[in-house]
């Protein structure tokens, strides 16, 4: 039997991604400042990055890093062995300080190289073969790929349906649960029934783990999250902070009850066999951390963009998805239309980015509009007078007409 050859393997997937349209392109970023970039040679305005509070280029942080940076860069090994230096043990500090109302006593947090490693440690270290890992339609690829992974019995129940996971609970009766949601959903935008879940969550002695990645430093009291925004206290819940959005730096930091985070930090693989982060991002990270619980201005500006936008929005009968995060997606519907929109913005001077599957439902390709603290109005408004535009006239008189 002949054997398939690789390369042939690999041109007919490349062209079935050309004529699928799903080919992605990687633009350099050039410099940059505040919402302003220069990408692949021409300055635009912004509107796809997740720096929400506009910490990513923050003198803070940037002094914070060059100063740990003086005694040296790498941790030089992982945690286990030596790389688990002060600047992580003062980092997993404050985060537990701080999302300790959520979660109750004995809050305790690990620190991770990154979000997505954070997903795959979760479920491979809690989880066993029998076990089921009921997770939201729309969760973040890493929590689902995590689940795929571990060979863990994954149920995904339909978007933000809470008795739907309820029934899914029920049907698969045996084995340690847990729930799994993005708290704010990355394409959509919008939040987890997180009260609801909680409960069922209690209801079978399982655990409920919320991926906070695009509501920590945005959502709650002092920034704490969804989880927070929701009314959850003494939840006993597990919380993922990721440092890449908000927080303007990189990596991750799972927060949750001391048992659970020890058996963590004991037995997943994705947290013992991987180097620990450089000391001084988790300095600056916890410098990032300091201006989102202070500077609650800036999670007050961003209400206030976030209101003009959709009132201006509603007004010229954009269909904008109902989010009321700084995430404002605008359903498109075919991968063409959207490449086009995004390029026509782009001719106008703004960066807001295309999203296709296999990041979305097929046939629900949409622009994702990131708003930031950092945008002014006159920005906000340019963005709208593009859209009025450009938005298709047909997705607008359905709109107008259900209105
Ligand atoms: C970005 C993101 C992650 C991954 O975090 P990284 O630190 O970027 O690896 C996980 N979950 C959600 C919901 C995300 O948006």
């Given at each position: 039997m002949a054997r398939e050859s690789i390369a042939s393997r690999l041109a007919a997937q490349a062209r079935a991604r050309e004529n699928a349209q799903t080919v992605r392109v990687r633009r350099e970023v050039q410099a940059r400042s505040g919402a302003r970039v220069v990408f692949d040679g021409r300055p635009l305005l912004n509107f796809s990055s997740n720096d929400y509070l506009g910490l990513a280029q923050h003198p803070d942080l940037i002094r914070a890093l060059c100063e740990r940076s003086r005694v040296g860069v790498g941790s030089s090994a992982s945690h286990m062995i030596c790389g688990h230096h002060a600047a992580h043990a003062a980092l997993e500090r404050d985060m537990a300080e701080w999302l300790a109302p959520v979660i109750g006593r004995d809050t305790r947090a690990l620190v991770f190289g990154s979000g997505y490693m954070a997903n795959l440690a979760v479920v491979q270290s809690l989880l066993q073969t029998d076990d089921v890992c009921l997770q939201d339609k729309l969760n973040h690829a890493s929590l689902i790929d995590a689940a795929r992974l571990a060979r863990i019995g994954l149920v995904r129940y339909p978007h933000a349906d809470a008795t739907a996971a309820r029934r899914q609970a029920q049907a698969h009766g045996d084995g340690v649960l847990l729930v799994a949601t993005d708290g704010v959903f990355s394409m959509d935008g919008d939040i987890a029934p997180l009260p609801e879940l909680s409960a069922l969550a209690r209801a079978h002695e399982g655990l409920l783990y919320v991926d906070e990645a695009h509501a920590i430093g945005v959502l709650g009291p002092e920034g704490r999250g969804s989880a927070a925004a929701a009314g959850l206290i003494d939840a006993g819940c597990l919380l993922l902070v990721t440092l890449g959005k908000a927080l303007g730096c990189y990596?991750?930091?799972?927060?949750?009850?001391?048992?659970?985070?020890?058996?963590?930090?004991?037995?997943?693989?994705?947290?013992?066999?991987?180097?620990?982060?450089?000391?001084?991002?988790?300095?600056?990270?916890?410098?990032?951390?300091?201006?989102?619980?202070?500077?609650?201005?800036?999670?007050?500006?961003?209400?206030?963009?976030?209101?003009?936008?959709?009132?201006?929005?509603?007004?010229?009968?954009?269909?904008?998805?109902?989010?009321?995060?700084?995430?404002?997606?605008?359903?498109?519907?075919?991968?063409?239309?959207?490449?086009?929109?995004?390029?026509?913005?782009?001719?106008?001077?703004?960066?807001?980015?295309?999203?296709?599957?296999?990041?979305?439902?097929s046939g629900q390709a949409r622009l994702r509009i990131t708003l930031s603290s950092m945008h002014t109005d006159t920005q906000v408004d340019a963005l709208l007078s593009a859209l009025d535009e450009l938005t298709p006239r047909v997705a607008r008189e359905a709109r107008l007409a259900t209105a």
């Amino acid at each position: 039997m002949a054997r398939e050859s690789i390369a042939s393997r690999l041109a007919a997937q490349a062209r079935a991604r050309e004529n699928a349209q799903t080919v992605r392109v990687r633009r350099e970023v050039q410099a940059r400042s505040g919402a302003r970039v220069v990408f692949d040679g021409r300055p635009l305005l912004n509107f796809s990055s997740n720096d929400y509070l506009g910490l990513a280029q923050h003198p803070d942080l940037i002094r914070a890093l060059c100063e740990r940076s003086r005694v040296g860069v790498g941790s030089s090994a992982s945690h286990m062995i030596c790389g688990h230096h002060a600047a992580h043990a003062a980092l997993e500090r404050d985060m537990a300080e701080w999302l300790a109302p959520v979660i109750g006593r004995d809050t305790r947090a690990l620190v991770f190289g990154s979000g997505y490693m954070a997903n795959l440690a979760v479920v491979q270290s809690l989880l066993q073969t029998d076990d089921v890992c009921l997770q939201d339609k729309l969760n973040h690829a890493s929590l689902i790929d995590a689940a795929r992974l571990a060979r863990i019995g994954l149920v995904r129940y339909p978007h933000a349906d809470a008795t739907a996971a309820r029934r899914q609970a029920q049907a698969h009766g045996d084995g340690v649960l847990l729930v799994a949601t993005d708290g704010v959903f990355s394409m959509d935008g919008d939040i987890a029934p997180l009260p609801e879940l909680s409960a069922l969550a209690r209801a079978h002695e399982g655990l409920l783990y919320v991926d906070e990645a695009h509501a920590i430093g945005v959502l709650g009291p002092e920034g704490r999250g969804s989880a927070a925004a929701a009314g959850l206290i003494d939840a006993g819940c597990l919380l993922l902070v990721t440092l890449g959005k908000a927080l303007g730096c990189y990596g991750a930091v799972l927060v949750g009850p001391g048992d659970v985070i020890e058996h963590i930090a004991q037995t997943a693989r994705a947290y013992i066999y991987t180097t620990a982060m450089p000391p001084p991002l988790a300095t600056a990270a916890r410098a990032a951390l300091k201006i989102a619980r202070e500077e609650t201005w800036r999670r007050r500006r961003l209400r206030e963009l976030l209101g003009r936008f959709r009132d201006g929005a509603r007004m010229r009968g954009i269909p904008l998805l109902p989010s009321h995060t700084p995430i404002q997606p605008l359903l498109v519907g075919d991968n063409e239309t959207a490449l086009l929109m995004a390029q026509q913005l782009e001719e106008r001077g703004l960066l807001v980015a295309a999203i296709r599957p296999p990041s979305v439902p097929s046939g629900q390709a949409r622009l994702r509009i990131t708003l930031s603290s950092m945008h002014t109005d006159t920005q906000v408004d340019a963005l709208l007078s593009a859209l009025d535009e450009l938005t298709p006239r047909v997705a607008r008189e359905a709109r107008l007409a259900t209105a």
